[in-house]
């Protein structure tokens, strides 16, 4: 008899039912609970059986949810410490509502009304609502209704996936090469690439491909935000991805997450801080100094400059020359348009 196939849960999907799991219980979950109950998990979860894949999968997703600024917290059971499997995760609400000092004007508030409109009617799909069912039958304290859930009042900022994600899955599962127009940071004007996609990922909340490009015979990584027009397939069925791509690649990201670091200091109180100092393995040394762990400099100094002056980059100097660069074209473009 043939395997029964296991039905692909987009990955935004999973992580929108793990962040509504996690905020809808007080006490916490644990990982059995949230592997055996939350959409995207339980559909390949083994009660009793090797679920190894599936919880490296749940690790990078808690990374994934707090690159994303959701303060997930770990909470250790009482006379338990230490150890990982009584540990129980959650999302206080409390720390994931709009700062008090945050307003809209009355057409921002229309929109945003509209918006949540649309996101009540289509984003949680009726598998994620039953798989919600079950985490609170599970054990949560909250005695709201289990029919309303309280979804409605969560809206997670969940980064969409970018317009190039489904042509270069569809090339994946063809075995095709593909050809786009892509950005290298630093330049302004879009280069052609032809490559053989490996595989898709996700790290640090951004969309990857991994594919192999003609032009160098090098294996590159391809931020989909940075493709700009179609994906264009050819030589459809002559290019199959090797078994494992995804894995090496990740393997690969982790290793240079873990040896690319930078010294910022923010200014104390500010939204820098309180965002930075979330950063997976973030540290902070004794002059108050935040080490963060990157990729890629340019998304880095891209995202550093949006804090504006509430930060400044110690070092290496290469980034903080990269984000002088960004704020003074950024200058440039308000001054030309004043003048304008």
Do not use: C
């Not at 509504?20 to 979950?29: K, M, P, Q, R």
């Not at 921002?108 to 609170?136: H, I, N, T, Y």
């Not at 302004?188 to 192999?212: C, D, I, K, N």
């Amino acid at each position: 008899m043939p395997a029964t196939r296991v039905p692909r849960v987009p990955a935004e999907e999973r992580l929108f039912s793990l962040v509504l799991a996690l905020l809808s219980t007080e006490s916490g979950l644990t990982k059995s609970e949230i592997l055996a109950n939350v959409q995207g998990y339980r559909q390949r979860f083994t009660t009793g059986g090797d679920n190894a894949s599936l919880e490296r999968q749940f690790e990078r997703d808690k990374d994934d949810v707090r690159e994303l600024g959701i303060p997930l917290e770990t909470i250790e059971t009482p006379g338990a410490a230490g150890n990982n499997q009584t540990l129980r995760y959650r999302i206080p609400k409390g720390e994931y509502d709009l700062p008090v000092d945050v307003r809209f004007t009355p057409d921002e508030s229309a929109l945003l009304s509209l918006a949540a409109m649309a996101w009540r009617e289509g984003a949680l799909s009726a598998d994620s609502r039953r798989g919600l069912l079950k985490v609170r039958s599970a054990g949560s304290e909250d005695d709201e209704g289990a029919g309303a859930l309280g979804v409605d009042a969560y809206a997670p900022r969940l980064r969409a996936r970018d317009v190039a994600f489904e042509p270069l899955r569809a090339a994946l599962d063809r075995a095709a090469a593909v050809r786009f127009d892509y950005i290298t940071p630093g330049q302004h004007e879009a280069r052609r690439r032809q490559v053989a996609p490996l595989a898709l990922v996700q790290h640090g909340g951004r969309w990857m491909l991994a594919a192999h490009e003609f032009a160098s015979d090098s294996d590159k990584n391809y931020l989909l935000s940075r493709i700009v027009g179609p994906v264009t397939p050819y030589e459809v069925g002559q290019h199959p991805a090797p078994a494992g791509a995804g894995e090496r690649t990740l393997t690969e990201l982790e290793r240079i997450w873990a040896s690319r670091t930078a010294r910022i200091r923010v200014a104390p109180g500010s939204d820098a801080e309180r965002r930075l100092a979330r950063r997976r393995d973030t540290e902070t040394d004794d002059a108050g100094v935040l080490v963060l762990h990157h990729v890629d400099p340019q998304i880095l100094a891209e995202e550093l400059a949006a804090f504006g002056p509430e930060v400044q980059v110690l070092e290496p100097a290469d980034l903080r020359d990269r984000v002088t660069s960004r704020l003074r074209a950024l200058v440039a473009d308000h001054e030309g348009t004043d003048r304008g």
